[in-house]
């Protein structure tokens, strides 16, 4: 069977505070100590990792003897993530996250089953889209109402004024 014609993985996994088993990965537990900005992990997988917080959402640190950097920023709907590799910004909803920079690390959930890649992006347009167009249709529908309720307001006044133009100009003769 080809790369490309084998069926999607679904995922499967239990993570706990110390535990975590996954089909893919595992079993591996892990524990941080860490003391004001710097820490240590211990991981039975991946081994130790020393690092330290520089500022919020930033740390560095050494795992394997390979320098990390990450840093992980959120600004409204928007998540930025910056490393060693690169820049990636992702938007996220209810139904995962779509990768601008990188689409095949978009996340698409439904009914309990996670995708993650391709297949991940194109359910992640398709979702915006559908999303973009119903929320237009909201915003055309409050904004058709309100204009209709002002037309009808600027009627009213204009006939309770004609009504009340004549009431004074018959009354007076």
């Known amino acids: 069977m080809s790369e490309n014609s084998k069926p999607p993985k679904k995922r499967i996994e239990y993570r706990g505070k110390i535990l975590h088993v ?4 595992g079993v591996s537990a892990t524990k941080t100590l860490s003391k004001e900005s ?4 211990i991981n039975t997988n991946h ?16 795992q394997r003897g390979n320098f990390q950097f990450i840093g992980r920023y959120k600004s409204g709907p928007f998540n930025f993530n910056i490393s ?9 909803n209810k139904r995962g996250s779509y990768n ?5 690390y978009s ?19 398709l979702f915006l889209a559908v999303s973009l ?6 915003v055309l529908w409050h904004i058709s109402i309100a204009v209709l309720w002002f037309i009808f307001l600027a009627i009213k006044w204009f006939v309770d004024f ?5 009431r004074g100009s018959t009354s007076n003769t």
Do not use: C, D, E, W
């Open 162 to 166: 004609l009504i009340g133009f004549y």
């Open 22 to 25: 996954s089909r893919t990965g």
């Open 100 to 104: 601008l920079f990188k689409p095949n």
């Open 133 to 138: 167009f119903i929320n237009i249709i909201k």
């Open 84 to 92: 060693k590799g690169g820049v990636s910004t992702s938007i996220k």
């Open 47 to 62: 081994g130790v990792r020393l690092h330290k917080r520089l500022f919020k959402g930033a740390r560095m640190g050494f």
């Open 107 to 125: 996340s698409f959930k439904l009914g309990g089953v996670q995708l993650r890649g391709k297949n991940a992006a194109t359910l992640q347009l």
């Open 38 to 41: 710097y820490g240590a992990t």
